[in-house]
């Protein structure tokens, strides 16, 4: 039996600047703006896709000692990549083996459910977690970021240096993005899924450090800034849209286009806090995480509501 009794919701907020949160591979890779709004997206998948790689490099979930992530990539020994019906061969040789063995080893798929193709018939799981696509807080400015580079070329003259042929390039990056997602875990879909609360810790934990420790060359710089979890008391309720509304609204003395940095900053909640105050009977606690640079104001939430600190490793 599941865990996880009732239903949660989540606040995420981090930031990134000169880099690109999420490109889009229709649009030559620039980072997804929403044209009309001048605001930075970043689709769930990115998140997810963080939060994978965070616990298959740092938590053991790599295929060894039964904890594994089904969504990675896996080569065959010709060193072809694994598609997802030949993946399925990795957990059983019948479905209800290949189910069974899905949710006792690959956490993505208690947390975020997957559908896996098999030879005449599949087997889904709709995932308890889900995010709508991350929205910046502020307006962005796009940059185009020229590169030059060279490559040695064929052959070599008589003191022995081989041809060099020079290229430019360029990609495209934000200034300054402070995003925004809102989760959901619904204790409906986690029953289905076996959640536990260990696999929630780990959803935070990977939300966290890994968001902090995406260093690649388009990622690099990225900070998370506020993590907040509510917990309710009754099953199949939650507040909704915590995210909406200007919940969480960024003040600055500075045009949105011409942050550069957190500090220059102001978190007002104000709204967010009216609106969890309205339900605190409704709510059995918050477990909430705010980075030592962010300037937000939480003190107004009721004394009634336990607010616990979220713990990460």
């Known amino acids: 039996m599941t865990e996880i009794k009732n239903r949660s919701e989540i606040v995420f907020l981090y930031d990134i600047k000169d880099a690109n949160p999420n490109g889009?591979?229709?649009?030559?890779?620039?980072?997804?703006?929403?044209?009309e709004t001048g605001i930075n997206i970043v689709t769930d998948v990115r998140l997810k896709r963080t939060i994978r790689d965070y616990l298959h490099d740092f938590k053991g979930y790599n295929g060894e000692n039964e904890k594994d992530i089904?969504?990675?990539?896996?080569?065959?020994?010709?060193?072809?990549?694994k598609d997802m019906k030949t993946r399925a061969r990795d957990f059983g040789k019948n479905k209800k083996e290949i189910e069974d063995n899905l949710l006792k080893n690959c956490i993505d798929v208690r947390l975020f459910g997957g559908t896996v193709a098999l030879p005449k018939d599949s087997v889904t799981f709709t995932g308890p977690v889900q995010f709508k696509i991350g929205r910046s807080l502020n307006k962005v400015e796009l940059k185009e970021v020229g590169h030059s580079f060279t490559?040695?070329?064929?052959?070599?003259?008589?003191?022995?240096?081989?041809?060099?042929?020079?290229?430019?390039?360029?990609?495209?990056?934000?200034?300054?993005?402070?995003?925004?997602?809102?989760?959901?875990?619904?204790?409906?879909?986690?029953?289905h899924t076996q959640l536990t609360k260990s696999d929630v810790g780990l959803l935070l934990e990977g939300m966290w450090n890994g968001t902090k420790n995406l260093i690649s060359r388009s990622k690099a710089g990225q900070m998370p800034r506020l993590?907040?979890?509510?917990?309710?008391?009754?099953?199949?309720?939650?507040?909704g849209d915590l995210d909406g509304d200007e919940m969480i609204k960024l003040v600055s003395e500075k045009n949105e286009e011409q942050i550069r940095d957190i500090s220059e900053i102001t978190l007002d909640a104000s709204k967010l806090v009216e609106k969890l105050n309205k339900n605190k009977d409704k709510i059995e606690s918050?477990?909430?995480?705010?980075?030592?640079?962010?300037?937000?104001?939480?003190?107004?939430?009721?004394?009634?509501?336990?607010?616990?600190?979220?713990?990460?490793?």
């Open 24 to 35: 889009d591979p229709l649009d030559e890779n620039k980072p997804r703006i929403d044209e």
């Open 151 to 191: 490559m040695a070329g064929k052959g070599k003259n008589e003191e022995g240096e081989g041809p060099k042929a020079g290229s430019l390039a360029s990609e495209y990056v934000v200034n300054y993005s402070l995003i925004c997602f809102y989760g959901i875990i619904n204790e409906n879909a986690a029953k």
């Open 70 to 81: 089904l969504i990675r990539e896996i080569r065959d020994k010709n060193d072809i990549v």
């Open 286 to 313: 918050i477990n909430l995480k705010v980075d030592d640079r962010v300037n937000i104001d939480l003190d107004g939430l009721d004394k009634e509501i336990p607010i616990n600190e979220i713990q990460i490793k």
């Open 227 to 239: 993590l907040l979890k509510v917990n309710y008391k009754e099953k199949d309720y939650h507040i």
